[in-house]
């Protein structure tokens, strides 16, 4: 009886451990641009969606961030906690505590101040546009190219809109463009094209564009959700 119960126990163990590193179907890829798991807020909590809008991480938090780097805990004094300032991870609050989950929704780690270390930043990128009012309205110019404020052959979007705010984002030559038009907001790009339509009441200028390769909007001015560059709605 103890061999048969010792077969077992390795037996069972290697079957765990082989579970354990299959991949999680419910973090289906439907658009390789965006992450795996969406921020999303249900009531007044937060929780995380894959890209079919299905609850992966069930919603209890008060702050739920994107999947994304943490360079406090990157470069951490305390080389064991190193590993959860990596994008594999995402910050939530919880009762006032901070803490990094895994994609399964696990608490892996709790926020301790003697963790932080110095964040290292990369150089930063020039802006190649820039914002422009003329006659109350806003348009787009090319910095480095814009002499004649006369000249409207001079400007990138010349000015039409009550509002523009350029995200930042990695690719300098191609911003996404917060823009106000008719009292309502959309997204253009420095071509003038519409890329998500003027139907929201606000849209977000935060870092979800380069963080997450989306928008942050509402139409109520109050209830913010997510969408994508195909005003998908997540």
């Known amino acids: 009886m103890k061999k048969i119960t010792v077969k077992k126990g390795v037996k069972t163990a290697v079957n765990k451990g082989a579970t354990a590193n299959k991949p999680n179907p419910d973090l289906v890829v439907i658009n390789k641009d965006l992450p795996v798991l969406i921020p999303k807020k249900k009531g007044d909590k937060f929780g995380y969606v894959n890209q ?16 994304y780097e943490d360079c406090n805990l990157l470069n951490s004094p305390n080389e064991k906690v190193r590993k959860f300032g990596t994008k594999e991870y995402a910050t939530v609050e919880k009762d006032m505590i901070s803490y990094r989950v895994d994609q399964s929704g696990k608490r892996v780690y709790q926020f301790k101040e003697a963790d932080f270390g110095k964040c290292i930043f990369e150089e930063y990128k020039q802006q190649l546009f820039q914002a422009y009012i003329l006659n109350g309205f806003y348009g787009i110019i090319e910095k ?89 709605t997540y």
């Open 144 to 232: 480095s190219k814009f002499v004649n404020a006369a000249d409207y052959r001079q400007y990138q979007i010349y000015p039409q809109y009550q509002y523009l705010f350029i995200l930042e984002g990695d690719d300098v030559a191609n911003p996404m463009i917060v823009a106000s038009n008719n009292d309502k907001f959309g997204v253009i790009d420095v071509n003038n094209k519409i890329i998500i339509p003027f139907e929201y009441s606000n849209i977000k200028r935060n870092f979800s564009w380069k963080l997450g390769k989306m928008f942050e909007v509402t139409k109520d001015g109050a209830n913010y959700y997510y969408i994508d560059s195909n005003n998908k």
């Open 52 to 67: 079919n809008g299905k609850f992966i991480i069930q919603p209890e938090y008060h702050i739920a961030v994107f999947f």
